[in-house]
């Protein structure tokens, strides 16, 4: 049975078949549920000791971290300048009205990276339970236009994943986003699909750059965490998926690559990504070395 799992308070809810699981809200935060298909699904994974993670921050991260800092000194601010107003200052008024202003737009741009800092650890945690697989979270192309979400490495292909924790319902018209407001359709300003075509191109540019790509095929999929999204007429020029269909979608992917393609693909994207994720034990012992 499936069941969304609220983060912020550690909740879960049995979602019986038949329900549509976009119509709940966390019934102790009014928060946003993440749909999985079973208990446990975004848990802290396999044992730490069969998992090497190697790396540091992601872009989103330090994006969550820097805007906490401003958030906090313009709060900072904001109180001082109450204060001194309190205290008959009168020119503290100046200050006060800025920095209010300052705060609900840095609070609503923290909001958004802290939405989509949760979506790409959920689906960090779904990658750590694939055994076969190098995985590359937060790559950063030399050449690209953005960050990459995460790609992965398998036997059974090369794989971009782009990581959204949207909720309401989307509709997908060729390489468009709408989302439906009331009987609408509003062209969304965020293009999933866009994006993971771009990226998928960004990479295999790089990657043509020293060694033959020709016969690898860049499976492209967009992963949607948040369990208050519906997407009408999906397109089949990439993947839209929940994170617990993230294991099968690797087990059929569309090219198949042998250990010295998957070895030499893992030294190059290595240096461009802030965390490399392997299970120990699965690969050749040379490689970790």
């Known amino acids: 049975m499936p069941y969304l799992i609220c983060e912020d308070c550690d909740m879960s ?9 976009s119509l709940y809200i966390c019934s102790q935060c009014d928060g946003p549920l993440i749909y999985a298909e079973k208990l446990g699904e ?24 820097r ?26 008024i100046l200050p006060l009205v800025a920095f209010s202003g300052i705060i609900v737009s ?40 953005g960050n990459i979400d995460h790609v992965i490495v398998s036997p059974n292909g090369l794989f ?31 293009n999933p699909g866009k994006q993971i075509k771009r990226n998928a191109l960004s990479l295999k540019k790089f990657l043509n750059h020293y060694m033959d790509m ?12 948040n369990g208050r999204v519906d997407i009408i007429d999906p397109t089949p020029h990439y993947n839209i998926i929940r994170p617990s269909q993230i294991e099968r979608a690797v087990k059929i992917g569309r090219s198949k ?8 693909l893992s030294c190059l994207l290595q240096d461009y990504s802030s965390e490399m994720v392997y299970r120990a034990g699965y690969w050749p012992e040379e490689w970790t070395q």
Do not use: H, Q
């Open 106 to 145: 840095i609070s609503s741009r923290r909001r958004s990276w802290k939405k989509g800092d949760k979506g790409e650890k959920i689906v960090a945690w779904c990658l750590d339970e694939l055994p076969s697989c190098i995985i590359f979270n937060d790559v950063n192309l030399p050449s690209g236009r």
């Open 67 to 92: 805007y906490n800092f401003i958030m906090y000194i313009a709060a900072a601010i904001f109180f001082l300048s109450a204060l001194a107003l309190y205290f008959g200052y009168y020119f503290a």
């Open 160 to 190: 971009v994943l782009e990581t959204k924790n949207y909720k309401g319902r989307f509709a997908v018209k060729g390489d468009e986003w709408f989302y439906k407001k009331d009987k609408r359709l509003i062209k969304s300003k965020s």
């Open 42 to 65: 975004y848990g802290p994974g396999p044992e730490a000791s069969e998992i090497t993670k190697i790396g540091s921050s992601t872009f989103t991260e330090k994006m969550v971290s």
């Open 257 to 264: 690559l042998d250990l010295d393609t998957i070895y030499s």
């Open 214 to 225: 020709d016969k690898v095929w860049i499976n492209s999929l967009v992963v949607m965490v």
């Open 13 to 21: 809810y049995e979602v019986d078949s038949g329900e549509d699981p």
